[in-house]
Structure formats: C-alpha cells, structure tokens
C-alpha cells in the first residue's frame, strides 16, 4: 500500500497555464507539507498544514495556492504557470513534533512539473 | 539562523570501499532533531535515520552508521562496504520547532551525490 501518493507523476504545461497536483498520506498523520526541489536538488518547504489548518507558508508567491480538505488530502494549485516554476514538488506527512520519537516526515514520490 | 552544510557536492568510491558524508549544522536551538534521507536516482525521498540533540549515542543499522557530535555541529553518516545500490543523493536535514508544536519545518543541506562504482 502506498503511504504518500501524488498525481500526476509528471506535468507537462505551457506558461500562463492553472494546474493542480493532488496528495493523499494513508498513514493517518495530521500534519502534511509540501516542498519544493530545483534543478539543483535543493529541498526547500513551501507550506505545512495541521489538521486541515495552514502553519506554515514560506513566502511562496500567492499564484500557488495549497488546500486541504481534510486530515488526509493536500492539493496544490498554481496560477499563472511561470517558467521558474519547473521544478519537483514533493508532498510528505508526519505525526506531530516530538511523538515518541517517530515524527520522521515520510515523502512522496514527487511531481515532476515543466513549464514550457 | 537555522542551516545545514554538507559541503561534500560528489563522492565516487569503489564497490567495498567505506565513505562517510558530512553533515555540519547551525542552530539556536537547544532542542532540535537531525535527519537523514537518501534520494536514489528513481527519485523518491527515503527516510534513513532521526537523532534527537539531547542523544549524542552513535547508531549503526547494518553497514549505515551515524556519528553525531554537538560539540562540532556535526552529524556524520558512514556507510561501510559501499555497493552500487548506495548510489544516490544523501540529504541531512536539521528539524525546526516552531508552530506551537502543530508542525516541523525541515531545513535541508545541499546534499551529497555518492557514486558507487563496481
């Protein structure tokens, strides 16, 4: 069984285009992110959401728009496609900080988004 | 502020040779966890180990092995006997707590590409 799934795997989109990358975690986590990997394959966190509740946005241009309709979903949607958006988005999942020593984030296998 | 340095970019080693990654962290902190992920060329991210800062025990899974010093900031992965299939993207990563508890915030290094030659 699949843990943290994504669709699409990858996208593949013109400049100016609205796309969206679906998540779902079956590991009944309450805490969900979404991260951004460049060219480089530098990892950097876009949002996190707990219990459907936004705790983090990391200044992340507001064309990207995370939602999440409950404890087990969390969607990306991205406005107004730019180049500098090609990238790799991951989706992940934990348990709260601290619990019991198992709040280790489980990812995704990524979406793969080019925008031409 | 929070960073995590892995100042190795590329590694290549031959098959059965050990290698170790470096990992090097600042923080303020004085509660703060440390992570390991290995990122192979399929692509995914594989969680490999999570060390909390008030446990500086060294751990070994198998031919993996951590080293973690608070007093050089540093959290070090060994892997002994490398084979082919350690070929991979090696991440550390330092935990941020923040958020009344609701949520970490993972702080990536660069990341250490490991080329295991046969």
């Known amino acids: 069984d699949t843990a943290v799934s994504q669709t699409p795997k990858y996208l593949v989109t013109q400049m100016g285009n609205d796309k969206s990358i679906k998540c779902e975690q079956n590991?009944?986590?309450?805490?969900m992110y979404w991260y951004k990997q460049d060219s480089k394959k530098f990892l950097k966190i876009m949002f996190s959401?707990?219990?459907?509740?936004?705790?983090i946005n990391e200044t992340v241009p507001n064309r990207f728009s995370p939602k999440s309709p409950d404890k087990a979903h969390l969607n990306l949607h991205i406005n107004s496609l730019e180049l500098g958006d090609s990238a790799v988005y991951f989706c992940?999942?934990?348990?709260?900080?601290?619990?019991?020593?198992?709040?280790?984030?489980?990812f995704g296998p990524g979406t793969r988004l080019t925008v031409l | 502020a929070q960073k995590v340095t892995q100042a190795q970019t590329e590694i290549s080693v031959v098959e059965k040779e050990d290698v170790t990654l470096d990992c090097v962290y600042e923080?303020?902190?004085?509660?703060?966890?440390l992570f390991w992920y290995k990122q192979p060329p399929s692509g995914e991210l594989v969680f490999l180990i999570r060390r909390n800062s008030f446990d500086e025990q060294n751990e070994i899974s198998g031919r993996y092995s951590w080293n973690f010093q608070k007093s050089t900031s540093s959290f070090n992965f060994t892997i002994t006997a490398s084979q082919v299939v350690d070929s991979a993207v090696y991440f550390c990563a330092l935990s941020e707590r923040r958020y009344g508890g609701a949520t970490n915030k993972l702080i990536f290094g660069t990341g250490t590409l490991l080329a295991v030659q046969p």
């Open positions: 923080t303020r902190d004085t509660t703060y966890y």
């Open positions: 992940a999942s934990s348990r709260p900080p601290g619990t019991s020593g198992r709040d280790e984030q489980f």
């Open positions: 590991l009944g986590h309450d805490t």
């Open positions: 959401y707990n219990n459907k509740e936004l705790i």
